[in-house]
Every structure is written in C-alpha cells, then in structure tokens.
C-alpha cells in the first residue's frame, strides 16, 4: 500500500533539510488519543482528546519482575482523562498541554471556540455521565455541567449554537424505571439523546427521540431558521440504518425520517453548507463487508438533492469533513488495506468528485478524527497513530494543503527570525488587537480592520480618524523598525481595494484602474507614516521602505461572498532577514 509518509523513514531523510513536514506525534506510555480541533484567534491551534495522567517513578528505583514495576506505575497513575492541547500553526511546537480537573471526565469528544476566546468542550465520564465545560482562553475552567439520566449516557459532538450556547448530541439506554423523568420519551434499547445548554451552562432542554429500534444520536446542525437537523443510527435485526430528524428551537420534533437500506450504514457526520442545505457522511459496507464512502445532501423539507458513493480503491471512510469558502470539502478518516490502516485525507469539488487523496502514517494503525480549515486555507487534522513495534496509541496532527499533501515548516533561522518579530509585534500593538483596530499575522502583516479605518469605496484620501491613527500607530511602530532594521529586509505598505469598479466594464479596465486606486491607498499611508518623523529618522526608515498596489487580486472573501468593506484596506509586511 502506497503512503505519502512513513515517520521512520522520513526522520532520516529530512534529518538535514530544510524543511520538514508539519507533524506533531506524542509521546506517552499510554494511549494519548484526539478527536476534534480548532483555530483560535492568534492564530494557534487547540485540540482535545484523552490521554493517562501519571506520575513517573523514581528514576533511581530498581525492579526485579515485571509484575513489581507495573505495581508501581499503577501506584501513581490517575487513569483515562480529558485533555486538552495547544500548539503553533506554523512550526508545529505544542505551547501548553492542561488535563482536564474536572473529577471523571474521561474523554473529551468535542471542542467548540468562543466569542470571548475560550472554548466549550464536551465529553463523558467513564460511568456514562455527560459534561460540558466552559474554559477561558488558558483552560482554564469557568464551569462545569454534568447531566444525563440513570442510564448510560454517551456524547458524540458538540454543536455551536447562533445564540452562544450549544447544543450536546448522543445516546442514552432506556429506562424502565418510572420514577425517571425520561421514562415516557424511552422508545428503543437505546435512544438519541439531545440537550440544549445556553452560554451560561443553563440547561434549556433536554430530550430523548428516536424509532422503536436502537437509535443513536451522532452529529446535528443548526439551520439558518434555528431549527436544528439531527443525524442518527438506527440499528435492528441485521440493518444499520440512517436517522435524519428536524427540531424546533424549543426541541420539539418537526420531521423525523428514516432510511431503511439494503446495505449497512453508518452516519459519521453532519455539516450545514454554504448554500444552505446540508450534508451528511456515511460509512457503507458493500456485499464483500468492504467500507466505502456515501455523501448524502439534503434540505430543510426532507427532500434528497444528491446520494454520491464515493469509490476508492481500499476500504475507506470519512469521520469528519470541512467546507471550504469556494464549496470544495475536505474529508478525514481511515483507509485500510489487509495489512494495515492509515489515516486518509480526500479533498472533494462541489459535485462530489474526488479531486485528490492521500494516505498517511506508520505501518501499524493510524486516523484521522477531526479536521478543521485554517484562515490561510491550508488544514489540520488530528487523530492516532501507533508507532512501529508499539501498541500505544500517540496523539497525531498534520496541517495538509489543499492539494492532499503536508505542510511544511521551514526549519531556516529567517522562520526563527519572523517567529521573534511576530512575537515582539503582538506584545507592541496588545491593545489594538484586542480593540480591533488592526490584525497581525504571523507572515508579520499588519492589517488595518476596524471599519473607521478603512477606505471608502473608490477614496484613498484620509480621513481625520485614519491620520489620527496613522500617527498614534507610528509612535510605536516606527521605533520598532529603527530597533530591529537589522533583521528587517523590507517593509512593504500594500494597497488593496474591493472588485466594485464598473462591473459592467471589460476586466483589463476594472482591474488596472483599482490598480491605480490600491496605489493610490498604498501612497497615503506612506506619507502620513513618513512625515510623522524627522528628516534623521526618515533618512533611515527610506532603505527599509517599499509601496505597493494588489487591486483586487486579495479580496477579502467570507464563507463564499466578497467583504467588500474590509477589502479596502492597507497592510503592513515585514520581510524579515534570515540570520
């Protein structure tokens, strides 16, 4: 079986080049396992999953058997816990990793970011108890609610919700005794259970559906109406069946389908697209017990718009899929051959069609469980890996690139460079990142955001706010520049503009006078930066200094739709020397 990597033979390859694929594999003596991620606003990345919290025993202690080493280790291990894992988008290093403080929770399944950058995260307790956590932006927790009924209780995703809250997606056995609040709602041996959480921890609702099989809640998404679209297993006999359900905003059942099939299948996901419909991803087994991929699209009124069967060569299927801005999907999971099983990645157009696939990990057993799409496009998917000659499982991450393939991290001393400038750059403008007034990235861009700052439709003048700004933000950032000119090839000052240019004119003409206009823009904030100095500080700054134009070649796009405001704009870059 052909793998785009093999982590052993790649240490020795890469060993001396420089760069190297981003990946990031943990290494514990247990079983360290993630399920979901997602990007916070510097940019990092947080994923949670569980892992076994211990203590290591004194290095100097010596063993006879076997049997007394394990009595020792099992002395201090705390056992199965949530955790949760930070590290950096772009060289891959982890910045924190927090076990979870919360007594028995387990595992934790889901991670959802909040407006205040912190997260929401979901799980449950080896004894079948729910939890969700609300935790700062250091995970830290600000609370706690663990709920379900008598029975055993399992979550299988979190979904954000539009008013801050979330909603807790998964199943619970039924109960037969009457003193249960939930008793009535019990249909099956086991039922979906779904409970509704404002952004307090508040419990709106909580309620038990399903068929008079054995149901299982998987995934749910919210509707641009508020109504919520559940995604479901329905097992009996020897059928695996799908569940697809509508709710009211209140719980209540609006619709309830079911598709009995011939073949096997089991619903994995559920995404709401940017076009309004949804999609959901199923595992199907065919007559030789072969998995393969199904993706199913369908509206609010039950109707089927598109059933694909996605052929691939190995026995393959998704666990998590993605949509990016431009409606392509971006799908992870497992492929597996009679020796083995890797993590896959398969990117797919709007249509369904496979545009390209890869396969990914060691010669023994790897997944991926979760991906997310980054802000530069690129995406990061998280899951296991088990190492060779091991039966531990490791945590696993690769950031992959719209054409199936890794990231890579340039390992130069200019990465080091621009990391140190990044970094110096984010404590130098705190304030205005957090008031929004401009956005850094970590290609050392500075982007004027807030709307006071950017330009008008078809101006590159000033206004008073912009020269107001313009000079409270050179008083911190020209001395900056001066500091570090060293370590500083260039700073380019780039004119952007939006594509609202007589549309109805030929695209050579739209295109080179927003040409003009970006220059234009670029050639304001150059001479209000410039003459915010003196003549000594402006013969120095003149080496550094570059303008520049883009048009509307960098529109700035949001789930599929030009933002014409914020494509207005001016930005900053550094280049930064290599050392």
Request: net charge positive; with cysteine.
């Amino acid at each position: 079986m052909t793998r785009t990597l093999t982590l052993l033979l790649l240490s020795i390859i890469l060993l001396h080049a420089k760069e190297r694929p981003f990946l990031i594999q943990t290494h514990k003596p247990f079983d360290s396992v993630l399920y979901d991620v997602t990007q916070n606003y510097d940019d990092s990345l947080t994923a949670v999953g569980f892992s076994n919290q211990y203590k290591q025993t004194n290095k100097a202690q010596v063993f006879t058997d076997p049997f007394s080493y394990l009595a020792a280790q099992s002395e201090h291990t705390y056992g199965k816990k949530a955790f949760l894992l930070n590290f950096d988008a772009q060289n891959a290093k982890t910045n924190f990793e927090r076990f979870a403080k919360i007594p028995e929770f387990s595992e934790a399944v889901s991670v959802l970011k909040t407006p205040q950058n912190g997260y929401f995260i979901g799980g449950f307790t080896l004894e079948g108890s729910l939890l969700v956590a609300k935790l700062n932006a250091n995970g830290d927790t600000l609370f706690v609610k663990r709920f379900g009924t008598k029975n055993y209780d399992r979550l299988n995703a979190l979904v954000a919700l539009s008013d801050g809250g979330v909603l807790a997606v998964g199943s619970s056995s039924t109960t037969r005794d009457p003193a249960d609040p939930m008793f009535l709602t019990g249909l099956g041996l086991n039922d979906i259970f779904i409970t509704r959480l404002d952004a307090s921890g508040k419990i709106l609702w909580s309620r038990k559906y399903g068929t008079q099989f054995d149901d299982k809640g998987i995934d749910a998404a919210e509707a641009r109406d508020g109504t919520i679209l559940v995604l479901a297993a329905t097992k009996y006999e020897k059928h695996h069946d799908v569940t697809l359900m509508r709710l009211a905003q209140n719980g209540d059942k609006i619709w309830l389908k079911h598709f009995m099939m011939q073949t096997l299948l089991n619903p994995k996901k559920m995404i709401p697209l940017l076009d309004g419909n949804f999609l959901a991803v199923l595992s199907q087994k065919d007559n030789m017990g072969k998995k393969q991929i199904r993706l199913i699209k369908f509206d609010l009124e039950q109707n089927l718009l598109q059933d694909t069967l996605v052929p691939t060569y190995y026995e393959s299927e998704l666990n998590d899929i993605s949509e990016y801005s431009n409606s392509r999907l971006i799908g992870v999971g497992s492929t597996k051959d009679r020796y083995n099983t890797d993590a896959y990645v398969a990117i797919f157009d709007e249509n369904f069609d496979i545009l390209c696939q890869e396969h990914f990990g060691s010669e023994n057993f790897d997944t991926f469980y979760g991906v997310t799409i980054l802000r530069d496009s690129n995406a990061v998917a998280v899951g296991t890996t088990t190492p060779k000659n091991s039966q531990v499982k490791q945590s696993y991450i690769a950031k992959i690139t719209p054409e199936c393939t890794l990231a890579k991290i340039e390992t130069s001393s200019s990465s080091a460079n621009a990391n140190d400038l990044y970094t110096a750059l984010q404590k130098l403008f705190a304030k205005e990142i957090q008031n929004g007034d401009i956005t850094l990235g970590k290609d050392l861009s500075i982007s004027f955001s807030a709307p006071a700052l950017l330009f008008r439709q078809g101006e590159y003048r000033l206004t008073p706010y912009q020269k107001k700004f313009i000079r409270s933000f050179s008083k911190k950032f020209i001395p900056f520049l001066l500091q570090h000119k060293d370590r500083i090839n260039q700073l380019e000052i780039i004119g952007h503009t939006s594509s609202e240019w007589q549309r109805d004119s030929k695209f050579s003409k739209r295109y080179l006078k927003n040409m003009d206009l970006s220059l234009k823009r670029s050639y304001s904030v150059t001479t209000a930066l410039f003459l915010e100095t003196d003549s000594q500080t402006q013969q120095k700054l003149v080496p550094l200094l570059k303008d520049s134009g883009r048009s509307f070649a960098d529109k700035i796009e949001r789930n599929g739709v030009e933002d014409k405001m914020h494509s207005r704009r001016v930005v900053f870059t550094l280049h930064a020397k290599r050392e």
